[in-house]
């Protein structure tokens, strides 16, 4: 009886080996291969566009900022000029950082 079992078995692998290599062969495996690697082809660019596009805005963003502190500055260092430097209150942020003396610069 077991060895009766075990024949039927193998007849399945065989029979199952046999429809699993069709299948691996043949033309829906392949399509269905080739449909999943174009939707992460499609994601990837998708996800390069996206990258691209968050550079751009993020250079810009960062090209006002840049303008902002720069225009700060130069209020701030023009007001100081007009009433005078003891009159307004040192901001750190806007002045040299210590042994950087613009006069040790030979300018």
Known sequence: MS?????????????KMEQLYEYLAGIEFRQKVEAIVEAFMTMKNDLENEQRAFAKIWARREKQIGQVITNMALMYG???????????????????????????TGG
């Open 3 to 15: 060895v009766a079992n075990s024949r039927l078995a193998a007849d399945g692998k065989t029979g």
């Open 78 to 104: 023009g007001i100081q000029g007009i009433v005078g430097q003891s009159t307004l209150p040192e901001i750190e942020c806007l002045e040299l950082p210590e042994g950087d003396d613009i006069s040790s």
